[in-house]
C-alpha cells in the first residue's frame, strides 16, 4: 500500500472559529468537509506546499512562519495510507475565498463534530477543541 502524504491548516480567526471547506462535486469525498491544504509536489517540503495550497485554494498569502505543527492524521484508505499533517494557521494576508468552487464556513472547534468529515480529518477535531475550546 503507497503512503501518500498531505497536508492541512487549521486557520483561526479571532473570534476562534476554524476554517473549513467542502469538497465539490467530481473529486473524491464529495460534499464533505476538510481542513484546506493538499499535496506535495515532488522535493517539496509540507510547510512550502501548504503556503501554496492556501494560496491556491483561498488566494490568502500564508508565511512558514506562521504555521505551527500541531498534531497529524494517519488513516488507512482502501488504496493507500494517508499521512496528514495539521499546522494551526492564526496569521495571514488576505481574506479567504473560495477559488476551486468549494464552499468554506467558519466553525467553533466544538461544532466541528456536526460537519460531515472524512475518516482522516475527523481525528483531528479533538487536538483543536483542547486547545482553542
Given at each position: 500500500?503507497?503512503?501518500?502524504?498531505?497536508?492541512?491548516?487549521?486557520?483561526?480567526?479571532?473570534?476562534?472559529?476554524?476554517?473549513?471547506?467542502?469538497?465539490?462535486?467530481?473529486?473524491?469525498?464529495?460534499?464533505?468537509?476538510?481542513?484546506?491544504?493538499?499535496?506535495?509536489?515532488?522535493?517539496?517540503?509540507?510547510?512550502?506546499?501548504?503556503?501554496?495550497?492556501?494560496?491556491?485554494?483561498?488566494?490568502?498569502?500564508?508565511?512558514?512562519?506562521?504555521?505551527?505543527?500541531?498534531?497529524?492524521?494517519?488513516?488507512?484508505?482502501?488504496?493507500?495510507?494517508?499521512?496528514?499533517?495539521?499546522?494551526?494557521?492564526?496569521?495571514?494576508?488576505?481574506?479567504?475565498?473560495?477559488?476551486?468552487?468549494?464552499?468554506?464556513?467558519?466553525?467553533?472547534?466544538?461544532?466541528?463534530?456536526?460537519?460531515?468529515?472524512?475518516?482522516?480529518?475527523?481525528?483531528?477535531?479533538?487536538?483543536l477543541v483542547a486547545l482553542?475550546?
Amino acid at each position: 500500500m503507497s503512503l501518500l502524504l498531505v497536508v492541512a491548516a487549521a486557520l483561526v480567526d479571532p473570534q476562534g472559529r476554524v476554517l473549513i471547506a467542502q469538497r465539490p462535486q467530481g473529486k473524491q469525498l464529495a460534499g464533505l468537509w476538510e481542513f484546506p491544504g493538499g499535496k506535495l509536489d515532488p522535493g517539496e517540503r509540507p510547510e512550502q506546499a501548504l503556503v501554496r495550497e492556501l494560496a491556491e485554494e483561498l488566494g490568502i498569502e500564508v508565511a512558514t512562519a506562521d504555521l505551527a505543527p500541531l498534531t497529524f492524521a494517519s488513516h488507512a484508505y482502501e488504496a493507500f495510507h494517508l499521512l496528514m499533517p495539521l499546522y494551526l494557521c492564526r496569521r495571514w494576508r488576505g481574506e479567504p475565498h473560495a477559488r476551486e468552487g468549494q464552499a468554506l464556513a467558519w466553525m467553533r472547534p466544538s461544532e466541528l463534530d456536526a460537519a460531515q468529515m472524512p475518516p482522516a480529518d475527523a481525528p483531528l477535531i479533538a487536538p483543536l477543541v483542547a486547545l482553542l475550546g
